[in-house]
Each structure stands twice: as structure tokens, then as C-alpha cells.
């Protein structure tokens, strides 16, 4: 069972246009963090999300916490090439906060 | 200077081998880890340490042993390899484990390719 699910698997937009990517659980999280990895390198940290509603922007990045602590999305306003990569969203739960990372949204970004 | 690193960056070997990743952080966190990432790109972890003390243990073969000999260093051993256990391997490290200590720092990754 995959605890986290993102959406969509793969997303191929122009330059400049806004896109929306989604991590899904019906579990509950202490806390959510997104990851951008980039190929031959390992995952960055972007942002961790604590509280449930809980909004973050990282320059053209808006990131959400769902109010129930069960989802996060990642919103990027007038896309670059530069944001092209393997986003991941992990969460932690359980008496360790152990971290569950979701498969991934492989996002293209194109000139 | 490199936060966290790993040894090697590639590793080619034949099935039944022994090999061993080196895995080392200059953050001075508590705690390390170990995942595994498949050709799918999903990332699983593997082990947690903190403090050289074993603290997460997934559903991993014990043909895979850690190793931390103090907090600064984690290495994975790997008996009998097998076809499978092609990936990519990334330690990590943070600050500590809890909600807002677990922000997880990646070393670059070990591609292990068994022949």
C-alpha cells in the first residue's frame, strides 16, 4: 500500500504557464516536506509544512498543507526550465516520524 | 564543503560479491540513514541511526548490514549480491528524528549495478 500518492505522475508544460502538483494520503502527518531531485543527484529539501493549513512560498513556489494534515500541494507560478526535475513529497507519521516519501511527479519545463 | 558524501559513486560488480558504501556527514547531526532508490524512482528507507544507535530497520534482507561507528559515519555492507539489488543507493543525514528535526539532508548517491 503506498501511503502517499502524488499526482500526476508526469507533467510536460510550456515555459512561462502555472501548473499544480498534489500529494494525496489518508493518513494522517506530523509533518510534510517537498524535495526536488535533479538526475545523477540526490533530493533537496524545499519546504517542510507543519501545521494543517499551513501556507509556504518559496519565491514562485506555493506550498500547502491540507487542513487535516493528510495532503499538500505544490503550486509553481510561471514555470522556468529551471524547475524541471523529480519533485517528491515525503511525510512523517508514526511513534518515530518515521519519513514515507511518495513516488514522485516528474516535471518537464519546456523553452 | 560537502555536507554529506558517499563512496563510491559507482559501483559495477558480479552477482555473489561483498561490497561496501562509506557514507559521511560534516553537519553534525545525530542521526543517518540509508535508502534505496529503484528504476522507478521510488525511495525507500532502509535503516535509521541515531546516535550509533539503530533506530529504524524496514523489511530489508539481512544480507545488508549497517554500520555506524560513530555519528558521523554510516556504511552499508552488502553480502551475496544479487540482480535485485541494482540502484541507486543515498545516505542521509538530520538534524535528529521528530517532526521538526527530520529534514533530511541527501549525499549524492551510490549507483550499484550487480551483473
Known amino acids: 500500500t503506498q501511503l502517499l500518492e502524488q499526482s500526476p505522475q508526469f507533467l510536460s508544460i510550456q515555459e512561462g504557464e502555472n501548473l499544480t502538483v498534489y500529494c494525496n494520503s489518508s493518513?494522517?502527518?506530523?509533518?510534510l516536506q517537498w524535495y526536488r531531485q535533479e538526475p545523477g543527484e540526490g533530493p533537496v529539501l524545499l519546504v517542510t509544512?507543519?501545521?494543517?493549513?499551513e501556507v509556504k512560498k518559496l519565491k514562485r513556489l506555493t506550498f500547502q498543507f491540507g487542513d487535516a494534515r493528510k495532503d499538500s500541494s505544490l503550486h509553481i507560478t510561471a514555470a522556468q526550465p529551471g524547475d524541471t526535475g523529480l519533485y517528491l513529497c515525503a511525510g512523517a507519521k508514526g511513534r518515530d516520524d518515521k519519513i514515507i516519501f511518495g513516488k514522485g511527479t516528474r516535471l518537464h519545463i519546456l523553452p | 564543503d560537502t555536507a554529506v558524501s558517499q563512496t563510491p559513486k559507482y559501483l559495477v560488480t558480479q552477482m555473489g560479491n561483498d561490497k561496501s558504501i562509506k557514507c559521511e556527514q560534516n553537519?553534525?547531526?545525530?542521526?543517518m540513514y540509508w535508502y534505496k532508490q529503484d528504476s522507478k524512482k521510488f525511495l525507500k528507507i532502509m535503516f535509521s541511526?541515531?546516535?550509533?544507535?539503530?533506530?529504524i530497520n524496514e523489511t530489508v534482507p539481512n544480507r545488508f548490514s549497517p554500520k555506524s561507528p560513530d555519528k558521523a559515519h554510516l556504511n552499508l555492507h552488502i553480502n551475496s549480491l544479487e540482480l535485485g539489488d541494482s540502484a541507486v543507493y543515498f545516505c542521509?543525514?538530520?538534524?535528529?528524528?521528530?517532526?521538526?528535526?527530520?529534514?533530511?539532508?541527501f549525499g549524492p548517491g551510490t549507483r550499484l549495478t550487480v551483473l
Open positions: 493518513s494522517v502527518f506530523s509533518s
Open positions: 542521509a543525514s538530520s538534524q535528529g528524528f521528530g517532526s521538526r528535526y527530520n529534514e533530511q539532508f
Open positions: 553537519l553534525g547531526h545525530d542521526t
Open positions: 509544512v507543519v501545521t494543517g493549513g
Open positions: 541511526y541515531n546516535n550509533k544507535e539503530l533506530i
